[in-house]
């Protein structure tokens, strides 16, 4: 189990849950939970293991309103603040290596929303809720970021809407057969995410001291 700590926010502690990987990390990955859930959801559970093989150190935080044991989210200025405060303290200890924010549903829009004001070098959202279920009229796309590069990853069963990569800096990516949960292929959820984060160069690169080659997943991508 990662080691559990708490950080103090103006709405009370967070928890965060970290991972580091084997050796020199070569990015931060910070992830929030859904509105109702945990940091313990299938999907990102894989892309914590995936990103640590890459080389990442991964944070899990737990939002205050759900570390005090309540369901309803918290105001979205409670959840961008407490999210702040949070990445805040997270940089000071890792500074020098990038930082990637993301989380799925409430904490993808979460770390949307601040991106630029984190100083964020990417985004990764999964199943990024662009709409309440049956109210496409009430759209969430705003929220994406322009100015960051920010991958969403959503299923084409998704009762709350499939963005659609309406700027240069968002790619958008459709898992068959999945809905908001993203249960499916945990696994394969975090295969496309660490396609993007080893194209961003967030990621450890092939060892080539031995005169080893790149590996075939890795030879086109910058």
Avoid at 34 to 48: H, S, T
Wanted: aromatic letters at 4%; hydrophobic letters at 40%; glycine letters at 12%.
């Amino acid at each position: 189990m990662s080691p559990t700590e708490e950080i103090s926010t103006p709405h009370g502690p967070a928890g965060v849950e970290l991972d580091w990987p084997g050796g020199p990390p070569t990015a931060l990955l910070v992830l929030g939970h859904g509105a109702g859930g945990g940091v313990d959801a299938p999907d990102l559970l894989a892309l914590r293991d995936a990103a640590l093989a890459a080389g990442l150190v991964v944070a899990r935080v737990t939002q205050p309103y759900r570390l005090a044991g309540r369901r309803a989210p918290a105001p979205a200025r409670q959840l961008d603040l407490s999210w702040t405060v949070v990445l805040s303290a997270l940089r000071a200890r890792y500074p020098g290596i990038p930082l990637v924010v993301g989380g799925r549903s409430s904490g993808a829009r979460v770390a949307c929303r601040t991106a630029d004001a984190v100083g964020a070098a990417g985004v990764v959202a999964l199943a990024f809720p662009l709409h309440p279920p049956g109210r496409p009229e009430r759209s969430r796309a705003e929220e994406l970021p322009t100015s960051v590069p920010t991958l969403v990853v959503n299923g084409d069963r998704d009762p709350f809407g499939m963005p659609v990569a309406a700027v240069p800096t968002v790619r958008v990516i459709t898992r068959p057969g999945e809905r908001h949960e993203l249960r499916k292929d945990p696994l394969g959820t975090a295969a496309v995410v660490l396609d993007w984060l080893r194209a961003g160069g967030w990621t450890r690169q092939p060892d080539r001291s031995s005169g080893g080659s790149t590996p075939p997943d890795c030879a086109d991508e910058a």
